[in-house]
Structure formats: C-alpha cells, structure tokens
C-alpha cells in the first residue's frame, strides 16, 4: 500500500517563478492537508481539501498561494511569483476520515522549495 | 506563550537507555494528541495517537497524557541507533488542524 505521494522532491526557483507542488494521497484517502515547515520552525497548517473542495484555507498567505485537489489527478499547491520567504518544506498529508476524525494524518516527504 | 512548547535538544543517549521525550501546552481545547518521528530530510512519521488522560503502549513506545497539567510524554524503551531522529509532538482539538511543536532531536549511540 503506497504512502502519501510528493513531487518533485526538490525544486528551485528564481524570485518571481512560480511552483507547483504535486501530492497524491494515500489509496482510499480523500481528505488531503498541506503543511509548511520554515527552518527552525514547526509545521503549520495551511489548507484542508477534500475532492473539488477547500474545506478550510485558513492557514494559506492571502496572496499567491492556492491549492486545489480535482476529481482527477493529485492535489496541487501552487505559489505564485515565490519570494525568498516562501523557502520551505511542504508536506502533504492524508487522513482515511475527515472533519472531527481527522486527527490520523499520513504524511508524504515532502517538497523542499528552494527560492534563489 | 506558544500552544505548543517541545525541548529541542538536543539529546543523546547510550543504546539501551529510557527516553522520556515531553510537550507542554496551553489549549485546553486540545483533545487528541500525536507523535510523529521525522528523520533527516524526510516527512514525519506518524508513531502514535491517543485521546485520553493515561497510558498508551505500542512495542517500545509508551504514550502519557495528563490532561489536567496539559502535558504529554512520549517514552521509549531499550533504545536503538535506529530511533535517532527528530520526534514531534502534535495535538489537535476536535478538527483536523494539527499543532505541532518544534520537534526533540534525538541521538541514541551505539
């Protein structure tokens, strides 16, 4: 039984770029969350979707960030224009439940983005 | 003051030894509390959850929470080089956004 899926594994991008992060959850998950892990730095929250939907983007900077999760295909967190401060890693985890039960999340390993 | 405070270590430990790793926390909102393992540039691993005041054990691994001091205590047993990682604790109320603390470095020596 796969793991929770992430790709690319490393990625650099000029100030300015775009990424985009790719994560396939875990087989019969549904409920994908994102996080981010700044150096020296817990992991955060950033966003909870389940499929076609964005249950809560609370976490997410207001600006050039997005996420989606579509009936086909991995969810994807894209960051527009990346900044230096958009350094990070990015994980993705799954749960097999969501809202009050989701507390069981299965962590994928992660994106290290790299802004030059 | 944080939601979440962990120690971050460093600790090292001779094989064999007890390790008693610890958070504190301030919501009592806090209901379901996590431990996650995470090895060096790889994603955390979820090791073990618990949702009630007391003890849990899995093999090597026992789970303390008190709620009533809001802390939490992950133990481990006859410890092993293969356990030197970074353990984060992580705790939520009853929804899916997880608070993590920094993480504990740990390093188990042969």
């Known amino acids: 039984n796969a793991g929770v899926m992430q790709n690319p594994r490393h990625l650099v991008r000029r100030r300015g770029q775009e990424a985009r992060l790719r994560c396939s959850p875990m087989k019969g998950h549904s409920h994908v969350y994102w996080y981010r892990q700044l150096p020296e730095e817990g992991l955060k929250f950033m966003v909870y979707?389940?499929?076609?939907?964005?249950?809560?983007e609370s976490g997410m900077p207001k600006e050039r960030f997005s996420a989606e999760f579509p009936k086909e295909g991995p969810s994807i967190l894209r960051i527009q224009q990346v900044v230096r401060g958009d350094s990070a890693a990015y994980f993705c985890?799954?749960?097999?439940?969501?809202?009050?039960?989701?507390?069981?999340?299965?962590f994928g390993p992660g994106t290290r983005l790299t802004v030059t | 003051q944080k939601e979440v405070e962990q120690d971050p270590g460093p600790l090292s430990v001779p094989e064999g030894a007890i390790v008693s790793l610890n958070c504190t926390y301030s919501n009592s909102a806090f209901q379901y509390f996590m431990w996650y393992r995470q090895y060096s540039r790889k994603g955390p691993e979820l090791l073990m959850y618990t949702y009630s005041s007391g003890n849990k054990e899995d093999g090597r691994f026992t789970a303390q929470v008190d709620k009533s001091s809001k802390y939490i205590s992950l133990f481990i047993r006859d410890s092993q080089p293969s356990d030197s990682a970074t353990y984060l604790c992580?705790?939520?109320?009853?929804?899916?956004?997880?608070?993590f603390g920094k993480g504990t470095l740990l390093t188990v020596n042969p």
């Open positions: 985890a799954s749960s097999p439940r969501g809202a009050g039960l989701s507390y069981e999340q299965y």
């Open positions: 992580a705790m939520t109320g009853s929804n899916y956004k997880l608070t």
């Open positions: 979707l389940q499929k076609e939907n964005i249950i809560d």
